[in-house]
């Protein structure tokens, strides 16, 4: 019964999928007609560009001469647009603001206050408390295994899924440096490799899911599970990166794969006897609600506080409880397998 709950829980979250839409504040033509100025003149009302100083034949026109090659030119250019757009965003949300309007979307994300010239500052905060509760839960989850429980003759651990952990662990580290970086300032580069991170994670959390929630610890078996999952996470990385950005399908891509993996926990969690199952259910109710936050996208707070900021925010403490129960699993496993063995 339980299940079932869960089954019409998780299909109401892939049903929100669709209420995603496109941003409105860029297609403004107030907004349009403001970065179109801006790039000329290199103004917004009072505030002025030092990156906008173009002559008309878009050539620099102070500096010396070793500043003015193309390349140097174009990060100029790209520079400028990118003050513009963000200068115009603010007069135009203000505007918008007194006239009672709710914020919208400019090029697919919420107006937000940059800070230092940090775009989403709250993020990039709770991204790096992130990526410092996943390594805590890596560096005690390897010295429980390596150091406090007992290793085999060829010194290697009783618990099979060790070098697994590892690779999530180190994946996860890698997806939270991203994130911040990505979260700081938002380019299609950084972009791209906070995306490919993630993809990339939930890809072997899932493959991670399916081998410990079924046991499989045949080699063969393994790569049997591994292979199609690598396959599609590769092509859907390849397909990100060398063809088309595309938000909308990586949103269902990331959801769909995101709610297996809960799907195979939850139900590995109502059947099996396993003494630490309570810390499992919590990490996939709250791994469930937070994904509610991630589809169900609000505005930022008083420009910083936003949907996504607030799903970094929960994903603290359910890491640091994800790591306690692999720790528990280790004992656990560890404790059988050497009862087995006497
Ligand atoms: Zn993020």
Redesign the pocket.
């Known amino acids: 019964m339980a299940q079932l709950h869960w089954i019409l829980l998780l299909s109401a979250l892939l049903s929100f999928v669709h209420a995603l839409d496109a941003s409105t504040g860029d297609a403004d033509p107030i907004y349009k007609a403001c970065v179109d100025q801006c790039e000329k003149t290199g103004c917004v009302g009072e505030k002025c560009f030092q990156h906008c100083k173009f002559s008309s034949d878009g050539k620099s026109i102070d500096g010396p001469w070793y500043l003015q090659e193309p390349l140097y030119l174009r990060w100029k250019q790209w520079d400028c647009r990118s003050d513009c757009r963000y200068q115009c965003m603010l007069a135009r949300e203000e505007e918008r603001e007194q006239l009672g309007h709710k914020p919208v979307k400019y090029h697919g994300k919420w107006p937000f206050q940059r800070v230092y010239g940090i775009q989403e500052p709250v993020?990039v905060a709770l991204?790096a408390l992130n990526l410092a509760m996943q390594f805590h839960g890596w560096l005690s989850f390897f010295i429980l295994v390596y150091y406090k429980l007992s290793l085999r003759h060829d010194k290697k651990t009783y618990y099979e899924y060790t070098g697994l952990w590892h690779i999530y662990g180190i994946l996860s580290m890698n997806s939270w440096l991203w994130?911040a970086v990505?979260?700081s300032r938002d380019v299609e580069l950084t972009e791209k490799l906070?995306y490919s991170s993630a993809v990339a994670l939930l890809g072997f959390s899932l493959i991670l899911a399916i081998m410990r929630a079924f046991n499989v610890r045949d080699e063969a078996a393994r790569i049997m599970v591994a292979a199609p999952v690598i396959a599609f996470v590769t092509t859907h990385i390849l397909y990100l990166n060398c063809y088309k950005l595309d938000h909308g399908l990586n949103t269902k891509v990331c959801v769909a794969m995101g709610v297996v993996q809960l799907l195979v926990w939850a139900i590995w969690a109502g059947v099996t006897r396993h003494p630490s199952r309570w810390k499992l259910w919590f990490v996939v109710v709250g791994g469930g609600l937070a994904m509610l936050l991630e589809i169900y996208d609000f505005p930022p707070y008083k420009g910083y506080v936003d949907a996504?900021a607030l799903w970094?925010a929960a994903t603290i403490p359910l890491s640091y409880l994800w790591w306690s129960f692999v720790r528990d699993d280790a004992e656990f496993r560890t404790s059988s397998l050497l009862k087995k063995s006497k």
Do not use: F, I
């Open positions: 993020a991204s994130s990505y979260h906070d996504h970094h």
